[in-house]
Structures are given as C-alpha cells and as structure tokens.
C-alpha cells in the first residue's frame, strides 16, 4: 500500500478526523487530506512524528511487514500442532508440537500467524519444564541449553508479530503468551509488563458496547445489529468461560475438594444457562469439557473413582448431546450456519465429529491417569 493510504488506514484505525490528525502534528487539515489523496508527500522531517501520532512504526507506516502471510497455510499448520500437542503424554506433545511449529516458522519467515502460535506453544510447554509437580513430567532437564534456546526463539518471534503485525490479535495472543511464559519462569516483572499491554474488562468502555448501534446505521439494519450483539454475547461467554476454567484448573491443585466442587459444580451451571441459546453453544463446550476434566481430576485425586465415573457418563451425555446438535445444524450448510451462528461456530461444529472427540477424549483420560493413583484409576476406568 502507498504511503497515503497508510495514513489514511491507520488515522481510522485510531478513530480521529483529519482535523484531529492535523491538531496533533500542528499542520493544516488540508495537508493531511493532501497526502492520503496523494497529491502531497509529508516532509522527511515530519515522519517519525507523524508515525507517533498515529502510534505505528515508522516501517509500518511505509508498508513494510503488511499483513500478507499466508493464513490458509497458518490454519493448516496450527491444526497439524494441536494434533500433535494432543496425542500420547502431554509433556511430550507439547514439546513435539513447539519443535513441529519452529520448523515451519524456519520454513515461513514472514508468517505471522504461525510465529505467534509458536511462542503460544512454548508457554504452553513451559509449565512441562523443572515443574515442581509430581504429576508433571519435567521437559528438558537434561538440555537446558535447548530450552533456553527455545525461550529466546519465542521471544524473538513474539517481538516480530507485535512490532512488525498490523494484526492485534495476534500481538495480543503474544502478549498473553509471553505472560504465561515469564510467570512459569518466575520473571514476574517482564510477565506484568506484557499483561499492562494487555487490553482489559475493567474500564468498561469497550467497543462492544458501541458496534452494534454503528453497524446499524451503516446500513446494516436490524439484522446486522443482531449479528453484532450476537457476537458480542459469544466474546463475552468466552472471556467469562475461559476464567472459570483456569480457576478450576488451579484450584484442582491446590484446594480442598468441596471448593473445587462448588467452583466447577458453579461455573458448569454458568455454562449450562448460555449454551440454552443455540448461538452460544458452541463458544461453551469446549470449555464446559474441561471444566468437568477438572471436577474428575479432583475427585480422583481424592480416591473417589465413582463420583468420577458418574461425572465421566454425565460428561458423555452432553457430548453426545452436542455431536446430535452439529451434525443437525451443519447439515444446513456452511453459509446458512455462518449467517445464524457466526464463522468461528461453524468451524467448531464442522470438526466436531465422533472420531474427532473420540481422540480428545483419549487425551483427556491420559491426562487424568497421570494426575491420580494407579489404584484409583484402574477403578474409575472399571466403572466407566
């Protein structure tokens, strides 16, 4: 893209006229007009505070590391990593898909979709290394020149996806990553300055609450507000999901069993009031799986392999229940299920096939035999 139209992308991007623009930089609002026509070029003087003002790089705003990465390759590449990640024992998934994803960042340097995975993948992988968890197999303890190795490759790429990206998201996922990172390797002070640069609930003035009254009156209509309240509900379960499996993972660990059970026994009665509106419940069971993995794991870990079978066959049942659910509503096709549910619904219930949870469900009982007693799970597996 030309220097002009970088202007103009990155001036909307934050939202603010020309007027505004000009404000900043102390120059006519016909100048700025005059160079994202084209008809004038910024003075060499006035381009680094004009990519301040804009608060892009100066490589940026002249077109260098455009969005051009080949995202049909990265979703390709991904999926290939998370089978990966999610067969046999979960440390050396995790290793293997980290090694898996190095290769083709090695193989596609511009491809930003793919580096950000990769330094996901090493957060993931960190909670595996010098773990002081006896139920998690410490990665690399015998090659810690690797493993550093692969931290700064992480950090490295995460830098490139956050400087170079015009693409939040991802740099956010990087920022996330980085995170989880520096807080399994107790850098704590680099990890918070990752979260600040996080974006945050808290100050509730977020987009969400604002898009759906201007895609109205861009022309949308009615349906098209639907749509964005539609989606803003899914990003909100998500967020909320996504808290409560995290608390009940930790919690699992470390608390008593009765507050384990009331977090995961609260948090799936959360999930069980969304996932009542067909839209949302794709954006739920992924979670609502996990969550109920954590209920069984801790009532494994505390010898009660028939509270964890009843869990388990309950699990069972709305799993099928949903596989019921998609296949029904797929059979309407790609794009009526796109228009009523949203595109990432269709992608989950696309794959969301029996031998494709059959292999889920295999991983997930490899990680619960790895957290409990032998003795009790050879119960739980006879019950089940």
Aim: aromatic share 12%.
């Amino acid at each position: 893209m030309s220097l002009g139209n970088n202007i103009k992308k990155y001036r909307r991007q934050l939202g603010i006229t020309q007027e505004e623009l000009a404000g900043i930089l102390c120059i006519t609002s016909q100048a700025v007009s005059k160079w994202e026509s084209e008809a004038g070029m910024p003075d060499i003087t006035q381009i680094v505070p004009l990519a301040k003002a804009l608060n892009v790089t100066t490589d940026a705003l002249f077109g260098f590391g455009e969005e051009r990465y080949d995202r049909e390759l990265a979703e390709s590449v991904i999926f290939e990593a998370n089978t990966i990640r999610d067969t046999g024992d979960p440390a050396e998934g995790a290793l293997a898909a980290a090694e898996y994803l190095d290769a083709k960042c090695e193989e596609n340097i511009f491809n930003y979709g793919i580096m950000s995975r990769y330094v996901q993948s090493i957060a993931h992988m960190s909670r595996f290394v010098n773990s002081n968890n006896v139920y998690y197999k410490g990665l690399l303890e015998d090659d810690q020149k690797k493993w550093r190795h692969m931290v700064k490759s992480a950090e490295n790429r995460a830098m490139q996806v956050i400087r170079y990206s015009n693409e939040k998201e991802l740099a956010d996922s990087c920022h996330y990553a980085l995170a989880w990172l520096y807080w399994h390797t107790s850098e704590f002070d680099k990890g918070r300055a990752h979260i600040d640069a996080l974006p945050s609930i808290k100050s509730n003035m977020l987009q969400e609450t604002l898009l759906p009254y201007y895609v109205y009156s861009s022309g949308a209509g009615m349906e098209g507000w639907k749509a964005q309240v539609r989606d803003n509900y899914q990003n909100f379960i998500r967020a909320i999901n996504k808290q409560i499996v995290y608390s009940a993972e930790s919690m699992m660990w470390t608390c008593p069993l009765e507050e384990v059970e009331e977090i995961c026994r609260w948090g799936l009665a959360v999930m069980e009031s969304f996932m009542a509106d067909p839209k949302m419940r794709a954006y739920c069971q992924g979670f609502y799986r996990d969550t109920s993995k954590f209920l069984i794991a801790a009532y494994l870990r505390n010898g009660d392999a028939e509270k964890a079978a009843a869990e388990w066959e309950r699990l069972g049942l709305k799993i099928d229940e949903y596989l019921s659910f998609c296949d029904k509503t797929c059979e309407q096709g790609r794009e009526a299920v796109v228009r009523e549910y949203g595109e990432h619904a269709w992608d989950n219930m696309s794959k969301y096939k029996e031998d494709w949870i059959k292999g889920k469900l295999e991983f997930m009982s490899g990680q619960l035999k790895s957290w409990c007693d032998e003795k009790v799970f050879a119960e739980f597996t006879r019950l089940i």
